[in-house]
């Protein structure tokens, strides 16, 4: 049986498979570029491979999908009604995957701040949310990373 996906959902999944990034990622990136924020992409070295790394302010920061993580209340996180135990299986792995991460990042020593795809759509609530990565230090990015 094949599972019906929106072509949203679909998209999104081909461009994980493909290692590309999503728009919503992209959203954030472009925003943090435009605040003069600076950041590395995808750090294999950290655990869950965080979206953006923001060394000087020790914060990693995750653009999760709504549907795929479980955005609670949110109406992206559906459940699709066919095979429903193997979706209900997935979403406690990935909400799983999720909380284990951000345990190891934090006893490492990193902030975690999670964007939801929702909120990129929302360009002063995103850049409010990178703002308070900045305030950490309440200084300006010199390039001193
Ligand atoms: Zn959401």
Redesign the pocket.
């Known amino acids: 049986m094949v599972d019906r996906l929106t072509p949203e959902r679909r998209s999104w999944l081909m461009s994980r498979v493909r290692g590309k990034s999503t728009m919503p990622e992209m959203a954030v990136r472009r925003m943090a570029h435009a605040m003069g924020m600076r950041f590395r992409l995808h750090r294999r070295d950290l655990p869950g491979r965080p979206d953006l790394v923001f060394p000087r302010y020790r914060t990693v920061l995750f653009v999760h999908g ?1 549907f795929w993580h479980r ?1 609670a209340g ?1 109406r ?2 559906t459940s699709p009604k066919s095979r429903t135990e193997y979706w209900q299986a997935k979403f406690e792995g990935n909400v799983a995957r999720d909380e284990r991460n951000e345990t190891q990042l934090i006893r490492m020593g990193w902030r975690v701040l999670t964007i ?4 990129t759509k929302d360009s002063e609530l995103l850049r409010e949310k990178l703002e308070s990565v900045r305030s950490i230090r309440g200084g300006k990015d010199d390039g001193l990373d």
């Open positions: 709504c955005h949110c992206k996180a939801w795809e929702c909120d």
